[in-house]
């Protein structure tokens, strides 16, 4: 079902959704019409616009879920911001898209919606296999030398052997990568990356930094490429050396493994939190 107060963006909306297989069964452009409507039509998916007139598509969607609270909406608007989304994650909402979406992405989106574990499922799968694919990429490209993989048992908590990198991934299912390095290995890994000493502890740190952010941000490109509804980013690199480390991911299992290079051991966890709201 599509709700929309623009004649023409219904159309454009009901034809990208005709063309990947789907059936638009109702159509509304206010409130006034929007329950009578579902209720006659009975669809799997809503697509609710933000901007219409006397009730926008918040109000709409608290409305209908009041009058069903199973019902799946999807916002699809011009109108994507911090206070937007906030309000759509209020709303409960279980998907935003900007428009204007191609109809191959909404399609995405809605089988996400409709079957939530098959696509996390799916990056569960395949990331841990991903993450290592980048991580041999980038021992590879950054210093010329390769590396051999050695699965790796994650406990709740490991202690780290001096270097530490989290890297938060965002996107439709959030994740954590951590990185972890001696600081002697990561000191021989400066030096050939930079063709030189490491100039200090600042120097070698930050090369840990830049390298697990080059891990991950492979990675997530390449697990975009499989399925544009993961959508997944990486956010800035935190780091974590000096005192003695615990590596811990409370409330998302990683899976792990070791890549042994010529500089040493580096540790690799991955793993990402199921949800269930697809934001695009």
Not at 22 to 48: F, H, N, W
Not at 50 to 55: C, Q, Y
Not at 112 to 134: C, H, R, T
Not at 242 to 267: K, M, N, V, W
Request: hydrophobic share 40%; charged share 25%.
């Amino acid at each position: 079902m599509v709700v929309d107060d623009s004649p023409f963006s219904r159309t454009l909306l009901a034809d990208s959704l005709q063309q990947e297989g789907c059936e638009v069964v109702g159509e509304a452009d206010s409130i006034e019409c929007l329950i009578e409507t579902y209720r006659q039509c009975k669809p799997d998916i809503v697509t609710m616009d933000i901007a219409m007139p006397g009730a926008d598509g918040f109000e709409c969607s608290r409305a209908l879920l009041a009058h069903d609270p199973k019902a799946k909406i999807i916002l699809v608007s011009s109108m994507k911001d911090e206070e937007t989304e906030a309000e759509a994650r209020r709303c409960g909402v279980v998907g935003y898209l900007q428009k204007p979406v191609e109809g191959e992405v909404l399609k995405k989106v809605i089988e996400g919606v409709m079957s939530p574990d098959v696509l996390y499922n799916n990056l569960q799968s395949w990331s841990i296999d991903i993450f290592k694919e980048a991580l041999g990429q980038s021992i590879t490209r950054m210093t010329k030398t390769t590396a051999t993989f050695v699965e790796a048992e994650c406990s709740e908590k490991n202690i780290s052997q001096g270097i530490t990198v989290v890297i938060g991934i965002i996107g439709h299912y959030p994740g954590s990568m951590i990185l972890d390095i001696s600081k002697e290995s990561a000191e021989k890994m400066a030096e050939v990356i930079l063709r030189r000493p490491a100039k200090g502890q600042d120097e070698v740190v930050a090369m840990g930094a830049e390298f697990a952010n080059v891990v991950g941000g492979i990675a997530c490109s390449m697990l975009n490429k499989k399925d544009k509804a993961f959508s997944l980013r990486v956010s800035p690199p935190s780091v974590f050396y000096g005192a003695q480390t615990e590596i811990a991911s409370p409330g998302i299992r990683l899976h792990c493994l070791y890549a042994d290079s010529d500089f040493g051991r580096i540790y690799l966890g991955v793993g990402f939190k199921k949800g269930s709201v697809l934001w695009m």
